[in-house]
């Protein structure tokens, strides 16, 4: 599997693995990776103690964001309407 990136499937593995006290081994059983990939992969992102477990998680729903009750450009008078004649 040369060449294939990691996926945030992957890598929330990884931070699953990590949280169990999983060696890299387990961990690169599991995802059927060389243990290697996982080590760099830990090393780059801070190490065990700090791997961004929350980075990788899925992301919260989002809510839209509202909009205010009145645009503020309309609250100035070069932008209004002229009065009807």
Known sequence: MPG???TRADRQQIAAGLAQRLSYADIARRL???ASTVS???ARNGGPGRYPSSI???PPTQRPRSSPTSPQHLSKPACR????A
């Open 4 to 6: 294939r990136r990691l």
């Open 32 to 34: 059927n990776r060389p």
């Open 40 to 42: 760099r992969e830990v």
């Open 81 to 84: 309407a002229p009065p009807p």
């Open 56 to 58: 990788w998680a899925p």
